[in-house]
């Protein structure tokens, strides 16, 4: 792997384990993985890179990412009308930037609820289908969920 280290607890065995992941993953997976990552707020240039070093393909990455990056930019598009308004009316430019700091507040609230929501429902859909959906042929015993 491209990361080595004598930490295998720490950033390499993590990077190795996402790279699993999303190799075994199939395209639908993958594609919630990385809208469940773009949802987290992170500089995304690092993030790029690294997703360009697994071996994701570029349908998933890309559906991943808009319906990832969408409600961030729902956010941004509300907060630029409404700041252009706010200027249009004749507001202090200092207190645009505080009614829009308090708005902004408000929506990254909403935002993290939707995230959080939107982690939960996945891992539990993940989850059920993990019990219910037996292991594909030729995968390794560790792999292998008993269904009950």
Do not use: C
């Amino acid at each position: 792997t491209l990361l080595h280290g004598k930490d295998k607890d720490g950033v390499a065995a993590k990077w190795e384990a996402l790279q699993e992941k999303l190799a075994t993953g199939g395209p639908v997976q993958q594609a919630t993985g990385i809208a469940l990552y773009r949802l987290t707020p992170h500089p995304f240039s690092a993030s790029n890179y690294l997703f360009g070093l697994t071996k994701l393909q570029l349908a998933p990455y890309v559906a991943g990412t808009a319906a990832g990056m969408l409600p961030w930019a729902a956010v941004y598009a509300v907060l630029g009308a409404s700041g252009r308004q706010l200027l249009e009316q004749g507001e202090e430019l200092g207190q645009v930037f505080a009614d829009l700091s308090s708005a902004l507040e408000g929506d990254v609230e909403v935002v993290g609820k939707v995230a959080a929501v939107a982690v939960a429902g996945a891992g539990l859909v993940y989850g059920v289908r993990s019990r219910l959906i037996p292991a594909a042929p030729g995968a390794s015993a560790d792999d292998d969920v008993e269904v009950k």
